[in-house]
């Protein structure tokens, strides 16, 4: 559950400050989103942005691993705006103060990003195979877990009862083509080529 969705529905001490990490009340199998309502742990809604804080944990253990300093400001925004698409997921409300979290205008920092970094790469003339230094790795492995997240916020949004902001499917969308640039220019600050796909032999 986003840490947004758990200070919604976990006791609280002075200062807002949790109590317990541990609260009991999933030991049935259910877990709590924005609002009153409780969900089964295995609810394509919970799916969909659990899979979004995997993916926020990818982007942290890339971190951990070592980005350029270009790189390492603009993986720690994307974390933090993971966090409002996480909330978006969590709120059943169409009213609800997460829906609107996410703008148009995220959308245009991404596509703005992505624009300034495939600027001084060499442009592609073939299918590449994740990899190079540990850290280009890592993003390879974070952008496979943004489109799989972006799979399951599309199912969901399928179900008859079910509503999802468009925002969301177009950020996880460009963001996995940001991570995809971000990998090979990890690579390029490393001195590292891209890894190119050999075909079939």
Same mark, same amino acid.
């Given at each position: 559950?986003? @840490? *947004? !969705?758990? %200070?919604?529905?976990? +006791? /609280?001490?002075?200062?807002?400050?949790?109590?317990?990490?541990?609260?009991?009340?999933?030991?049935?199998?259910?877990?709590?989103?924005?609002?009153?309502?409780?969900?089964?742990?295995?609810?394509?809604?919970?799916?969909?942005?659990?899979?979004?804080?995997?993916?926020?944990?990818?982007?942290?253990?890339?971190?951990?691993?070592?980005?350029?300093?270009?790189?390492?400001?603009?993986?720690?925004?994307?974390?933090?705006?993971?966090?409002?698409?996480?909330? @978006? *997921? !969590?709120? %059943?409300?169409?009213? +609800? /103060?997460?829906?609107?979290?996410?703008?148009?205008?995220?959308?245009?920092?991404?596509?703005?990003?992505?624009?300034?970094?495939?600027?001084?790469?060499?442009?592609?003339?073939?299918?590449?195979?994740?990899?190079?230094?540990?850290?280009?790795?890592?993003?390879?492995?974070?952008?496979?877990?943004?489109?799989?997240?972006?799979?399951?916020?599309?199912?969901?949004?399928?179900?008859?009862?079910?509503?999802?902001?468009?925002?969301?499917?177009?950020?996880?969308?460009?963001?996995?083509?940001?991570?995809?640039?971000?990998?090979?220019?990890?690579?390029?600050?490393?001195?590292?080529?891209?890894?190119?796909?050999?075909?079939?032999?």
């Amino acid at each position: 559950m986003p @840490a *947004l !969705a758990v %200070l919604e529905n976990s +006791g /609280r001490g002075p200062r807002g400050m949790l109590v317990k990490i541990y609260t009991k009340t999933g030991d049935d199998g259910t877990t709590g989103v924005l609002g009153e309502r409780r969900l089964s742990k295995d609810d394509p809604r919970i799916d969909a942005y659990g899979t979004v804080d995997e993916l926020n944990a990818a982007l942290g253990f890339a971190r951990a691993l070592g980005l350029p300093d270009a790189i390492e400001p603009v993986v720690a925004r994307i974390q933090d705006e993971l966090f409002i698409v996480g909330a @978006a *997921l !969590a709120d %059943l409300s169409a009213q +609800g /103060r997460f829906r609107a979290a996410l703008t148009d205008r995220h959308i245009g920092w991404l596509e703005r990003t992505i624009d300034g970094f495939e600027a001084g790469l060499d442009p592609l003339a073939q299918f590449i195979l994740p990899g190079g230094s540990p850290a280009a790795a890592q993003l390879h492995l974070a952008r496979t877990v943004c489109r799989r997240a972006e799979r399951l916020v599309v199912e969901l949004g399928r179900r008859p009862a079910e509503e999802v902001p468009n925002v969301i499917l177009v950020y996880l969308n460009r963001l996995s083509d940001l991570l995809f640039v971000l990998a090979r220019e990890v690579n390029r600050r490393a001195g590292l080529a891209d890894v190119p796909w050999k075909g079939l032999s």
